[in-house]
T-cell receptor, first 115, second 112 residues
Framework: DAGVIQSPRHEVTEMGQEVTLRCKPISGHNSLFWYRQTMMRGLELLIYFNNNVPIDDSGMPEDRFSAKMPNASFSTLKIQPSEPRDSAVYFC?????????????FGSGTRLTVV | SQQGEEDPQALSIQEGENATMNCSYKTSINNLQWYRQNSGRGLVHLILIRSNEREKHSGRLRVTLDTSKKSSSLLITASRAADTASYFCATDADNAGNMLTFGGGTRLMVKP
């Protein structure tokens, strides 16, 4: 398995533009998580899906953020309109629950810069 | 607020020395996990310890868990320069379903 695949690796966009981040989880994993990492706030959970259904989106900072998981092999995180304070590294992770020995598998992240 | 808090925030040691990082948490947990993050990369799962376990080993890693003190420690023995990374603890709390809550991490530097 190639692991959790995120795209793009880097994104530079102008303030006000729409940004879409993509994630392909590990096949067979039934949980998917979107995290944001910044120096100031550390690693923050934005939203969590179980069996493609959003379970907890309380970490989504504003209505400008939205996430979808149309099927078990694909998820998107969209920011519209983007703002400079959205600049961060966004990670997607998947898991088959946390009761097993392997925990979460993280992608390599998307480094977003909004100018 | 973060469930897990690592201590120290930064640690610098010489190659060959042992590195100990601590994690404290606030609520009862199902399990606690440790992850490593190399610069510019995603987090990598290292080890999971369940709430009914007190100690676990994996290679040069040793994890302890004290649920009475709500704390855990990660010991890396005979450290190598390649161990330089940030280390995070994460808790799977009783009331958090399937979600992990991560601490702020410890930045470890191992000097050759």
């Amino acid at each position: 398995d190639a692991g959790v695949i995120q795209s793009p690796r880097h994104e530079v966009t102008e303030m006000g533009q729409e940004v879409t981040l993509r994630c392909k989880p590990i096949s067979g994993h039934n949980s998917l998580f979107w995290y944001r990492q910044t120096m100031m706030r550390g690693l923050e959970l934005l939203i969590y899906f179980n069996n493609n259904v959003p379970i907890d989106d309380s970490g989504m900072p504003e209505d400008r953020f939205s996430a979808k998981m149309p099927n078990a092999s694909f998820s998107t995180l969209k920011i519209q309109p983007s703002e400079p304070r959205d600049s961060a590294v966004y990670f997607c992770a998947s898991s088959l629950g946390t009761s097993g020995p392997s925990g979460y598998t993280f992608g390599s992240g998307t480094r977003l810069t909004v100018v | 607020s973060q469930q897990g808090e690592e201590d120290p925030q930064a640690l610098s040691i010489q190659e060959g020395e042992n590195a100990t990082m601590n994690c404290s948490y606030k609520t009862s947990i199902n399990n606690l996990q440790w992850y490593r993050q190399n610069s510019g990369r995603g987090l990598v799962h290292l080890i999971l310890i369940r709430s009914n376990e007190r100690e676990k080993h994996s290679g040069r890693l040793r994890v302890t868990l004290d649920t009475s003190k709500k704390s855990s420690s990660l010991l890396i023995t005979a450290s190598r320069a390649a161990d330089t990374a940030s280390y995070f603890c994460a808790t799977d709390a009783d009331n958090a379903g399937n979600m992990l809550t991560f601490g702020g991490g410890t930045r470890l530097m191992v000097k050759p």
